[in-house]
């Protein structure tokens, strides 16, 4: 049974920083692009980051040269480390697992439960 456990969220001010984790268990995990998602109230869930298996990475233009997305095979667990926070980064934050670099972005196959970042003005 396939687990993403996330975790690091949190309440920060406008300018901080935060690191987000997920957990990954039940899958051969050097073998999975990783991404991370974020849904706002009212609005569609959307990809923010993504890595291959082999350490290509993604950016959507909103977090480019704020947020980096890492992953430690050795520990299964994918990181997203978030710097100059905006409000308009208030969101529940998804870790999802795909076998596929190219699907991690739309559907994938596995998702978490999700970790609320909210940040202040």
């Known amino acids: 049974q396939v687990q993403l456990v996330e975790s690091g969220g949190g309440l920060v001010q406008a300018g901080g920083s935060l690191r987000l984790s997920c957990a990954a268990s039940?899958?051969?995990?050097?073998?999975?692009?990783m991404g991370w998602y974020r849904q706002a109230p009212g609005k569609e869930r959307d990809v923010v980051a993504a890595?291959?298996?082999?350490?290509?990475?993604y950016y959507a233009n909103s977090v480019k040269g704020r947020f980096t997305i890492s992953r430690d095979n050795g520990k299964n667990t994918v990181y997203l480390q978030m710097n100059s926070l905006k409000p308009e980064d208030t969101a529940v934050y998804y870790c999802?697992?795909?076998?596929?670099?190219?699907?991690?972005?739309?559907?994938?196959?596995?998702w978490g439960q999700g970790t609320q970042v909210t940040v202040s003005s």
């Open positions: 890595v291959s298996s082999s350490g290509s990475t």
């Open positions: 039940g899958l051969t995990f050097g073998s999975y692009a």
């Open positions: 999802a697992a795909d076998k596929r670099f190219s699907v991690v972005f739309t559907t994938p196959l596995y």
